[in-house]
């Protein structure tokens, strides 16, 4: 491990760009939280960094792209994983697709999606920045499995769900307002906006998922109850 270049130190983990033996990778430390009682910390931190590392394998052998897995140090929470060249699906949206692309990126991600709900993982922290595209071929890149858990509970499967689509419209907060402003017309075109966007992966999702009817069932349940808490909270 010659070169390591301190990328991003958030609230949780340090992350660091390396190399291991050659090769590019990225090491993801776990820090501990001083708040939190020291044995049940340490315990915490040793499942999330677990987890994610069993995660990220079973990914792998199911054909679904995630970074390979180069070292596990539990002792020092640190899980050394490929360093992804690309971005993540949070900056390449930000800066600008148009409709095709995002159809392309959204069918991606509902097809995915569909494999590993399937499997009965959840991924626990779905946002755009836990997906990369790999430069070059723009294939889908799942990262981050620090919350994964395995569960076969349509309602977790829906939260899933939920929660991306409350990621990606808190990202894209212009094309919802572009969407509010038409509502009020009949528009019968193709509109394609964060809702009918997000409808995308909704559809790849229940095209190819086994078990999507009670899954969209408790995503439509979840997202009603959030917009009720919205309104009226
Ligand atoms: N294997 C990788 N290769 C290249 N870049 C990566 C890799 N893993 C993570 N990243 C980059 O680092 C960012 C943070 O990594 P990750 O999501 O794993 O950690 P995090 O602690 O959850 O951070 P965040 O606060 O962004 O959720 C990602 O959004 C991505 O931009
Ligand atoms: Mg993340």
Do not use: C
Not at 43 to 71: H, N, S, Y
Not at 98 to 113: H, M, N, S, Y
Request: cysteine-free; overall charge positive; aromatic content about 8%.
């Amino acid at each position: 491990m010659a070169t390591v270049v301190p990328v991003k130190q958030g609230a949780e983990a340090r992350l660091l760009d390396i190399d291991f033996g050659g090769r590019p990778a990225f090491a993801k430390q776990r820090f501990k939280k001083a708040y939190r009682h020291p044995v049940l910390d340490e315990r915490l931190t040793a499942r999330r960094v677990t987890q994610e590392a069993r995660t990220m394998l079973r990914l792998r052998r199911a054909g679904i792209d995630a970074p390979a897995l180069f070292l596990l140090d539990t002792a020092n929470s640190i899980i050394y994983v490929e360093r992804i060249e690309g971005d993540t699906v949070r900056d390449v949206l930000r800066g600008g697709v148009d409709d095709a692309q995002f159809e392309a990126i959204a069918r991606a991600i509902g097809a995915d999606l569909a494999k590993i709900h399937d499997m009965d993982l959840i991924h626990g922290d779905l946002t755009t920045s836990n997906m990369m595209l790999r430069h070059g071929t723009r294939k889908l890149v799942w990262i981050d499995f620090g919350l994964s858990y395995t569960s076969t509970l349509a309602e977790d499967k829906g939260v899933d769900l939920y929660v991306l689509e409350r990621a990606i419209q808190s990202t894209h907060p212009n094309q919802a307002k572009a969407m509010v402003r038409h509502a009020g017309r009949a528009w019968r075109g193709t509109l394609l906006t964060p809702w009918n966007k997000f409808d995308g992966i909704i559809r790849q999702y229940t095209a190819d998922s086994k078990n999507a009817q009670p899954v969209i069932r408790k995503f439509e349940e979840v997202r009603l109850r959030g917009r009720k808490r919205t309104a009226f909270g």
